[in-house]
């Protein structure tokens, strides 16, 4: 048996205890299970949900973003999985790349995470070129994402925005701001691979 994170060989031991304990749905390798869970916190007026601390997935996330290895976004399908059989939404979107490094990578990678994972989700939102958010003032920042024109609002949705890293969480909460215009009454919650706290 492997590791559904890592792909490292797990030994089971069995025992009167196992036998009878019951299963768990997503296998992880003693390393990963002590980093790896769905976590859950508040955000301000929104709920945050995380797999793990930026540190321990680092790596991965930047060869996914900058080098174009998406096939190691697989790591994340049991974990998403799990997700959405413990939390149920009405909507799933992603935050949009900007349009300049889009094009300049290519792809989107959160788009082909969830992709790889098997995770239906709606584009509803757009994003103009921005500078990297230390550098950017706030207001600035809250008018790059946008709603796409043909986005149609419903009330009384609950609404899930993924993404990768959970830093300050400006990104997500002006995002969160921009469906709350359209969506009345709505329930956003966020959905990051990583948490990390902003150093400032």
Do not use: W
């Amino acid at each position: 048996m492997k590791c559904n994170f890592c792909d490292k060989e797990i030994k089971e031991q069995l025992s009167f205890k196992n036998m009878f304990s019951k299963k768990e749905t997503i296998k992880l390798c003693d390393r990963c299970r002590e980093n790896i869970s769905i976590n859950k916190i508040r955000i301000e007026n929104y709920t945050l949900y995380y797999f793990c601390n930026y540190k321990f997935i680092k790596e991965i996330i930047y060869n996914i973003k900058y080098f174009g290895d998406i096939s190691q976004g697989i790591k994340f399908k049991s974990l998403f999985k799990e997700f959405l059989r413990l939390y149920k939404f009405d909507i799933i979107t992603i935050v949009p790349s900007n349009i300049t490094r889009e094009a300049i990578r290519g792809y989107n990678h959160i788009e082909l995470i969830c992709e790889f994972c098997g995770v239906e989700y709606k584009k509803l939102l757009t994003c103009s070129y921005r500078e990297k958010q230390a550098k950017l003032h706030k207001k600035r920042m809250e008018n790059n994402f946008k709603l796409l024109g043909d986005v149609i609002g419903e009330n009384n949705k609950k609404i899930l925005i993924v993404d990768d890293v959970f830093t300050s969480g400006n990104t997500l909460k002006n995002c969160a701001k921009q469906l709350e215009n359209k969506f009345k009454n709505c329930e956003i919650s966020f959905l990051t691979l990583a948490f990390t706290e902003d150093k400032k």
